[in-house]
């Protein structure tokens, strides 16, 4: 589920933590996954409770996880070359 498809859902009947919510669904929508995890951070600090917007917050967050790791990868491959690259990816579970 992207957070994209939750957009028509109200998470919390708390509005100040529905805005925050719908902040970050407007900045996950642009693909600025640090925003959307600092909109959903504050949805989730005044609605405590509320397990949807934890999900999309761990959604968003392994996606930055992941970008940082192709990002270390390819800072890799520049630096130590690419055979090197190719031995670590292969070695990564990552990409299994």
């Known amino acids: 589920m ?14 100040t933590a529905q805005a925050a919510f719908e902040r970050g669904q407007k900045y996950y929508d642009n693909e600025d996954y640090d925003n959307a995890i600092k909109e959903y951070t504050e949805a989730i ?26 990002c270390t990868g390819v800072s890799h491959c520049y630096i130590f070359g690419y055979a090197v690259f190719m031995k670590k990816l292969r070695s990564c579970t990552f990409f299994t």
């Open 45 to 70: 600090r005044l609605d405590p409770e509320n397990e949807e917007v934890r999900e999309l917050l761990r959604e968003v967050q392994g996606r930055e996880q992941r970008f940082l790791a192709v």
């Open 2 to 15: 992207s957070a994209s498809d939750e957009k028509a859902t109200e998470v919390s009947a708390n509005p």
